[in-house]
Antibody, heavy 118, light 110 residues
Framework: EVQLVESGGGLVKPGGSLRLSCAAS????????MNWVRQAPGKGLEWVSS????????YYADSVKGRFTISRDNAKNSLYLQMNSLRAEDTAVYYC???????????WGQGTLVTVSS | QSALTQPASVSGSPGQSITISCTGT?????????VSWYQQHPGKAPKLMIY???KRPSGVSNRFSGSKSGNTASLTISGLQAEDEADYYC??????????FGGGTKLTVL
């Protein structure tokens, strides 16, 4: 059974940093691209970042470019999101999602809440 | 990267069919057959319902179908059931390996 479990969320002040993790199991992690998608409270979904299976290709939404860094460790079956210079508008539930056919997101974690507030 | 346009809400009675539209531009929905649809129940993670515009993942009911015409993709749910009540989001490839979601549609089963 595919499982994705996010962790690392919490309350952080504006300008602060946070590192999210996503532990994957139930599939060959090193064979799939991975993604972060976020959802602000009461709002819709927003694609944040994607990383290819071997980390060769990395992409970011304009809203986080230069502040967030996606990475992965295939030996540990883990995906990460380093978030720096956090802003109030980054407050959201952050989901880890597996890259499926043609770039769809076929499995999702339960999400981890990041709150940016003073 | 402007969000795709979806109606804020749709409703239908059990057994009826409903369609949710997802309007983009010639730079995203109109240029690629790479629209996916997600169902999200309150407090839960999204679930993939349709990929590549019209294909269903294993385990998704055939009551769910997808289509596209020009810059607009659509999700149709036939034989509406109470458990279909949820939020639905479309998502399209938008070039340069980026993705854009719709604003979401709340489906109410009357």
């Amino acid at each position: 059974e595919v499982q994705l479990v996010e962790s690392g969320g919490g309350l952080v002040k504006p300008g602060g940093s946070l590192r999210l993790s996503c532990a994957a199991s139930g599939f060959t992690f090193s064979s799939y691209s991975m993604n972060w998608v976020r959802q602000a409270p009461g709002k819709g979904l927003e694609w944040v970042s994607s990383i290819s299976s071997s980390s060769s290709y990395i992409y970011y939404a304009d809203s986080v470019k230069g502040r967030f860094t996606i990475s992965r460790d295939n030996a540990k079956n883990s995906l990460y999101l380093q978030m720096n210079s956090l802003r109030a508008e980054d407050t959201a539930v952050y989901y880890c999602a597996r890259g499926g056919i043609s770039g769809s997101y076929d499995y999702w974690g339960q999400g981890t809440l990041v709150t940016v507030s003073s | 990267q402007s969000a795709l346009t979806q109606p804020a809400s749709v409703s239908g009675s059990p057994g009826q069919s409903i369609t949710i539209s997802c309007t983009g531009t010639s730079s995203d929905v109109g240029s690629y057959n790479l629209v996916s649809w997600y169902q999200q129940h309150p407090g839960k993670a999204p679930k993939l319902m349709i990929y590549e515009g019209s294909k269903r993942p294993s385990g998704v009911s055939n009551r769910f179908s997808g289509s596209k015409s020009g810059n607009t993709a659509s999700l149709t749910i036939s034989g509406l059931q109470a458990e279909d009540e949820a939020d639905y989001y479309c998502c399209s490839y938008a070039g340069s390996s980026t993705r854009v979601f719709g604003g979401g549609t709340k489906l109410t089963v009357l």
